[in-house]
């Protein structure tokens, strides 16, 4: 990327030195150029020479900003750098693109890319009172980047930010500034100095908190923001950064404030004995605790604890697995609780009596739906022509095909088996009635999985720990992701032996599909028939 130090090496057992130049477009010699200044032309004999080490090796790290500091701007296209082993051909010519008789060189081409900028707080819901981080990545060197920040009576206005060694750079609002900001969207813009190394518009008087003008580096001209909704601000300083005298680059990006809120995701209900997954969303900040109490029909507390917010894409989540062993069958309620906001709120689930089942429900959400089948179907119930009363909306039910890596639309004849995962799209929601195979003496279904990303299906009516589940494939397997058909957003992946929100203990659900990453080869048992 412009503006990045690129190491270049290699060996050269000629001689003593190498001599680098480089060619590309709009060099001002198109015979070659010394790559830190691209006036001093190599048919001239300039070059940038560095020494061969006692190893045969050399190394240079080729600045890339270094021309600019001279007003000299490469621009973003492919380039040609030469490494020779002398400065000079066998006629006596400076060495240069057309002159290397005699001459042992080496070529590199470098593509220079303008620098990027990458949000990672990107739409995100700040709860007042709450620190919250603006954060991001950089490529394109950089020490620095500027920040700014509209909002209704609130601004960080062209703030330096520090850009670590990863191109990591982060800026926070405390609680108290927080707690103060009005509900509602704030406008971001993160301005990168590019291949100069300087920021072409910059606060016209920094120095001063109500001063909301802006100046740039090729002009007199001032504007002020100050007067400007929180958008239009933003988009008159994307304007002035993007103009084609400025060689900055910038990212608008926007968060919103809003008091703190928890909730809870539809809970299924379950069979007693088996494990309750209850998950949620929230605004307030990653790595906060929250309380979680689940209590019987008759108000009697049957467990509680603890847990984490875990940080996510828009809306934060929380997870909280319960084990009903020693429940007793019928309704229950769930409470998450805030005590440093003073907020909470309630969900419910039932448990019943375990019962074998002759048939289920296919729940369909309106979007994409990741699904399996807990069991065998039934035959004549077993094949893609169930989904036949689903709308659609014109999509295609697909499978994917792991050993060919691509995607197979179904027909209405393609056998549904246990074990694989398919994607439905719904317009609405929709259950789909599942009749299972009656038990039979036959092997529990097995299903041979590849190298790669595998769709599997979970094969059981009651959900269990993934890393029961995947008993059978040993270490083989590495990762396992589900999608939330709510947020229609993939959920927090589930790791081999890891631990907290990536735990092998989190329950797989019926009727759901996954992406498994495997390792190796090897051979996916079902849990049930």
Known sequence: YMGDRIKLSGTNTDSNDVYLFMTGPTLPDGAGVAPDNLSAWASAGNYVRRPVESDDTWEYRWDTTAPARSGQILDLATYTVYACSNCVD???????????????????????????????????????GDPFTIAGYVNGESEQVKLWVFGENFHVFGANVTVNDIGYF??????????????????????????????????????????????????????????????????????MIEVPKSDD?????SFSVDDAWLAIDPIENRTVGRWVEITGTTNIAADSTLNVEV???????CTSGQVRVIRNTG???WAFTVDSSGFEPGP?????????????????????????????????????????????????????????GVASAGHSALRYDAPARTWVIMKADDQISPLEGYWIYAAEKTDVHLAYASASPQATPERALITGWNAIGF???????????????????????????????YEIPIIQDGGGEYSDARLMMPMKGYWLYMTENGTLAAMGV
């Open 249 to 253: 680059v910038c990212c608008r990006d």
């Open 170 to 239: 982060a800026y926070t609002l405390d609680g108290k500034e927080t707690q103060n900001l009005s509900s509602g969207r704030y406008d971001v813009v993160v301005q990168h100095p590019a291949v100069d190394g300087t920021f072409n518009v910059y606060p016209f008087m920094p120095e001063n908190s109500t001063d909301f003008r802006i100046a740039n580096t090729w002009s007199s001209d001032v504007v002020d923001l100050g007067g400007l909704a929180p958008s239009e601000a933003a988009a008159a300083l994307v304007e």
């Open 90 to 128: 066998e006629q006596g010519n400076n060495v240069d693109k057309y002159h290397l008789s005699g001459v042992q060189y080496q070529t590199f081409s470098l593509v220079l890319k303008p620098p990027s900028i990458t949000m990672q707080s990107s739409g995100a819901v700040a709860a007042r």
């Open 315 to 317: 809306c934060n989540r």
């Open 332 to 388: 229950y309620v769930v409470t998450i609780e805030s005590a440093a906001f003073g907020i909470h709120q309630n969900g419910s689930f039932s448990l019943v009596e375990k019962n074998i089942m002759s048939e289920g429900v296919l729940s369909l959400s309106p979007g994409w739906n990741f699904v399996s089948t807990p069991k065998a179907l039934a035959a004549g119930n077993d094949t893609a022509a169930i989904f036949a």
């Open 459 to 489: 094969s059981d009516t009651e959900p269990a720990a993934a890393r029961e589940v995947l008993f059978s494939l040993g270490d083989a397997w590495w990762k396992l992701t589900g999608f939330n058909t709510t947020t229609q957003a």
């Open 295 to 301: 209590f019987s029909n008759a108000s009697v507390s």
